[in-house]
Nanobody
Framework: QVQLVESGGGLVQPGGSLRLSCAASGRMFDILAMGWYRQAPGKQRELVAS???????GYAGSVKGRFTISRDNAKNTIYLQMNSLKPEDTAVYYCNARRTDGNSWGQGTQVTVSS
């Protein structure tokens, strides 16, 4: 099992920035990729950004150019730098680890973009 703990959410004005962190622990050796998902009220959970074990990154079209995913292998932590935030980015953001035998999820962190 892999345990994931997110932090860094909060309330920010449109155009502002936030950085989310996800610290991983436990069985790390079979993680294929890690990523950030989000779920807004009444909507399905969607993939925002991902980073593979080899370092390849991917982004949803709605966040490309505004969000950046990165990782610190020494700290077993991934980050999501979110710039130029919009009200439609408001959601609960979840960290995900895709393993060879399934997925692990964090508890989620709320991001609210509002004036």
């Amino acid at each position: 099992q892999v345990q994931l703990v997110e932090s860094g959410g909060g309330l920010v004005q449109p155009g502002g920035s936030l950085r989310l962190s996800c610290a991983a622990s436990g069985r790390m050796f079979d993680i294929l990729a890690m990523g950030w998902y989000r779920q807004a009220p009444g909507k399905q959970r969607e993939l925002v950004a991902s980073i593979s074990s080899g370092g390849t990154t991917g982004y949803a079209g709605s966040v490309k150019g505004r969000f950046t995913i990165s990782r610190d292998n020494a700290k077993n932590t991934i980050y999501l730098q979110m710039n130029s935030l919009k009200p439609e980015d408001t959601a609960v953001y979840y960290c995900n680890a895709r393993r060879t035998d399934g997925n692990s999820w964090g508890q989620g962190t709320q991001v609210t973009v509002s004036s």
